[in-house]
C-alpha cells in the first residue's frame, strides 16, 4: 500500500504502469485519476492546503479500512497539494484485486471517502476573487452507501 501528498505533479500512465507491473497475483487493476475542473470557465488555480502528517495518516486509515473490507492485493492513493491548474491530475486512486467487483468496489470507496474525509482544504481563485470550497451534501450521502 502507498499513500502519497505531494506538490510534485505526477504522471498518470507512468503511476499506474508501475502499480500494475509484473503483477502476476491479480485479474483486475482499476484506478480513477481526478482532475481539476474549471466548471465556468474562470478559474485561475485550485489551492489546496492540508497539515503534513496528519493528512497522510488519516489517508492511511482510509486505505487500511479498504484493505480489511475487499481482498486488495494492493492500493496506491497520490493526493496533490499547493496551487494547480485546471486540467492538472489533483489525484489518482488505483487498486488492485483477485476479482473486478472487489477492485471497483474498493476504488470507489476511497474515492468517496477521500472526497469527504481525507484533511484537505480547498480553495478556488477565480478572475472574481478567491473562495474556500466548502464541503457538499452530495458527497456525505455518498458515504451512507458504505
Keep these: ?77 497520490i493526493h496533490r497539494h499547493g496551487p494547480l491548474q485546471p486540467g492538472e491530475p489533483i489525484m489518482m486512486v488505483a487498486t488492485a484485486s483477485a476479482h473486478r467487483a472487489a477492485a471497483f468496489e474498493a476504488a470507489d470507496f476511497l474515492m468517496d471517502y477521500l472526497k469527504s474525509r481525507a484533511p484537505f482544504w480547498k480553495k478556488e481563485v477565480t478572475t472574481e476573487g478567491a473562495t474556500w470550497v466548502d464541503a457538499k451534501d452530495a458527497d456525505e450521502d455518498a458515504l451512507r452507501r458504505w
Excluded at 508501475?18 to 485479474?27: H, L
Excluded at 481526478?34 to 492511511?60: C, F, N, S, W
Excluded at 487500511?64 to 496506491?76: H, P, S, Y
Design 1 to 77: 500500500m502507498t499513500v502519497r501528498v505531494q506538490s510534485d505533479p505526477f504522471d498518470v500512465g507512468a503511476e499506474l504502469g508501475s502499480f500494475a507491473q509484473d503483477r502476476t497475483d491479480v485479474g483486475a487493476v482499476v484506478s480513477f485519476t481526478g482532475v481539476v475542473r474549471d466548471t465556468k470557465g474562470d478559474l485561475q488555480e485550485m489551492l489546496i492546503e492540508h497539515y503534513p502528517g496528519m493528512t497522510e495518516r488519516a489517508i492511511g486509515k482510509i486505505a487500511d479500512e479498504a484493505v480489511q473490507r475487499w481482498a486488495l492485493a494492493d492500493v496506491l492513493v
